[in-house]
T-cell receptor
Framework: EAEVAQSPRYKITEKSQAVAFWCDPISGHATLYWYRQILGQGPELLVQFQDESVVDDSQLPKDRFSAERLKGVDSTLKIQPAELGDSAMYLC??????????????FGPGTRLLVL | KQEVTQIPAALSVPEGENLVLNCSFTDSAIYNLQWFRQDPGKGLTSLLLIQSSQREQTSGRLNASLDKSSGRSTLYIAASQPGDSATYLCAVSESGGFKTIFGAGTRLFVKA
């Protein structure tokens, strides 16, 4: 069964350093999502792509976070500089159609980030 | 602003018990509601998706209901098993946009 791939699975960094996360969605999926999940809370949408275009990044802290999906396939989320409050699980998800969050989303295993 | 609340935050039951998890949302203008399962340190797995025009969905021992007008959904788990131990999250998709809003989840522990 096809899965969403993410790497790395774990990342420890010091504050003010740069970090990057990679996501490869299920082949053929048009929509890709990046979520941040703080321990004990539900995921919060950071950015959503349809193909290579951003359709929602209203919750993305744009002074330090950036995301791209250049060819409409895999995606990278970057944080520069990292802050202590960025420690969280970063989840990537994908869905087949260009209908936003209106269909089943398939999640990757996540990247656990710890900022020291 | 849409808010999703799940009660209880945690639940411990003996194996074999039937149980109900609750989800409420503040804005009834939703497109659909989904229930997910999350194992510790892992990603989310979709369990059931209910369209706003539907009242319920069933998959195996799971049954989810939706009352859009009252802003409520329930997830019923029949004959619970230790393997059901996980966090269960509900999420609503807004009618007017692209965003999915999650609740904080109910952490379920089924004792053998």
């Amino acid at each position: 069964e096809a899965e969403v791939a993410q790497s790395p699975r774990y990342k420890i960094t010091e504050k003010s350093q740069a970090v990057a996360f990679w996501c490869d969605p299920i082949s053929g999926h048009a929509t890709l999502y990046w979520y941040r999940q703080i321990l004990g809370q539900g995921p919060e949408l950071l950015v959503q792509f349809q193909d290579e275009s951003v359709v929602d990044d209203s919750q993305l802290p744009k002074d330090r976070f950036s995301a791209e999906r250049l060819k409409g396939v895999d995606s990278t989320l970057k944080i520069q500089p990292a802050e202590l409050g960025d420690s969280a699980m970063y989840l990537c998800a994908s869905s087949l159609y260009r209908t936003g969050g209106r269909e089943t989303q398939y999640f990757g295993p996540g990247t656990r980030l710890l900022v020291l | 602003k849409q808010e999703v609340t799940q009660i209880p935050a945690a639940l411990s039951v003996p194996e074999g018990e039937n149980l109900v998890l609750n989800c409420s949302f503040t804005d009834s203008a939703i497109y659909n509601l989904q229930w997910f399962r999350q194992d510790p340190g892992k990603g989310l797995t979709s369990l059931l998706l209910i369209q706003s025009s539907q009242r319920e969905q069933t998959s195996g021992r799971l049954n989810a209901s939706l009352d859009k007008s009252s802003g409520r959904s329930t997830l019923y788990i029949a004959a619970s098993q230790p393997g059901d131990s996980a966090t269960y999250l509900c999420a609503v998709s807004e009618s007017g946009g692209f965003k999915t809003i999650f609740g904080a989840g109910t952490r379920l522990f089924v004792k053998a």
